[in-house]
Each structure stands twice: as C-alpha cells, then as structure tokens.
C-alpha cells in the first residue's frame, strides 16, 4: 500500500526534460521523508524554502511510478487587495491569479506539452479550496497550498476529504496571514489538533532554509528584526 512505503529521500529525485530535481539540504530531506512515509504531512514556514515546488515534484513522481491516480493543488481564495468581484473576467478568470503560482511551477517542471496534457486529461487538477466540500479523495495525492488562509472549519472539512491511498501535503506559513483578525487560522489550529497523531508529520522552514536568492533571506530578516522592535 502506498501509506505504508519507507523510503529514505536521498534516493529521491524527479529527472525532467528540463533538470535534475532532489532535495537541497537537510530540511528539505527531512521534509520528503514525511511525504515519503506519512500519510499527511505540514509544511511551515518562510516563503522560498521549497514547500510547494517540492511538494508538486513528489506528487508528480508518485504518479509518474503510478502509486496514484491523480495530483489535486487547492488553494484556498482569501481577497487581501482587490476584490474578486471588482476582477475583470467570469469566475475561473478571477481566481486565475491566486492559482498562478502553482501553474508556473506545473510549467517549468513538466514543460508545455505535459503541463497541457495533464490538465486537459484531469489527471492534475487545480481548484480553490471551496471547491472541496462533498468529495473524497482515493488514490490521489493532494496539495494545499497557502493553508496559513484557511479558516479552523475549512481546514477541518478538507481534512476529512481523505480517502484511500494518498498523500496530503499541506504548506503554509503563519507569518503572511490574510484573513480578518478576528479569524484564527486554520493551519496554526490543524497543527495543535493533530501534532500527537500519528501517520502525521510536521516540518518546520525557517529563513535560513530559504532557497532563492539571498537578498529574500535578508529582507526576511529585516523585517522580523523591525517587527520584534515595534
């Protein structure tokens, strides 16, 4: 069964068109051995440490050696600007721009012709997270993206989606929070909820682990330092 594997990450990796794809350092390691052998696994932290494009590799991988079906990225849609209604376009065009992040690493991982194919056969599927209500997941390995923007009954309802032989991976970082103040997170509740369970794996990214450029790491920093003096 697909829950039950043990791996270690060091013999994983994703050979695309395009590169060489396997973990960077030890939290990322220690982050792949989660999906690799937990049933859902959280992912907080800092902005450019790897969680989502990471996250979208193994789930490419998992269906790629068919251990399943099909790949789910949720999002949840919180308004922090403009409002969706004031967006030009239908509703798929007004949520576009919150889902293009995970559109633009589907691209550069698996290239145009396999990125159209995906999607056009729904073998990848990218949906807001209110979209989830009602369905159960089997065989499939589901990515919630953002989850710091989910509130404690949105997190609960997605979390009951799970059905048979997947994967849940569900990234966040607290620091960059969008919902009204009188709104406790979702993921910040999940993670007290569900910290002593077991097949549930929690990794913390901190600013050092960050990935990009190191100018990120050193705004991250400027203005943690700014905001621990106010």
């Known amino acids: 069964m697909l829950n039950n594997i043990k791996k270690n990450s060091y013999n994983f990796f994703l050979k695309t068109k395009f590169s060489f794809i396997k973990p960077k350092n030890k939290i990322q390691n220690l982050y792949i051995n989660?999906?690799?052998?937990?049933?859902?696994?959280?992912?907080?932290?800092?902005?450019?440490?790897?969680?989502?494009?990471?996250?979208t590799v193994a789930a490419i991988n998992f269906f790629k050696k068919r251990k399943i079906n099909k790949i789910i990225l949720v999002r949840p849609i919180v308004e922090a600007g403009e409002k969706l209604g004031y967006l030009p376009g239908n509703f798929n065009q007004k949520i576009d721009p919150y889902l293009s992040p995970i559109y633009d690493i589907l691209f550069e991982i698996l290239?145009?012709?396999?990125?159209?194919?995906?999607?056009?056969?729904?073998?990848?599927?990218?949906?807001?997270?209110?979209?989830?209500?009602?369905?159960?997941?089997?065989?499939?390995?589901?990515?919630?993206?953002?989850?710091?923007?989910?509130?404690?009954?949105q997190m609960k309802m997605f979390l009951t989606r799970l059905g048979f032989n997947s994967k849940v991976v569900i990234n966040g970082d607290i620091s960059q929070i969008d919902l009204p103040k009188k709104i406790n997170s979702g993921l910040k509740n999940a993670i007290k909820v569900c910290k002593n369970l077991n097949?549930?794996?929690?990794?913390?990214?901190?600013?050092?682990?960050?990935?990009r450029s190191n100018i990120v790491s050193n705004i991250i920093k400027a203005y943690n330092k700014y905001e621990n003096l106010k």
């Open 111 to 153: 290239g145009p012709n396999f990125y159209k194919k995906y999607i056009y056969n729904n073998i990848i599927e990218i949906v807001p997270l209110a979209y989830m209500r009602g369905r159960t997941f089997n065989n499939c390995f589901i990515i919630l993206d953002e989850a710091q923007n989910t509130t404690i009954s």
């Open 199 to 211: 097949d549930i794996g929690i990794v913390y990214f901190k600013v050092n682990d960050i990935m």
């Open 34 to 55: 989660n999906i690799l052998n937990k049933i859902i696994t959280f992912a907080v932290g800092v902005s450019g440490t790897g969680k989502t494009y990471l996250a």
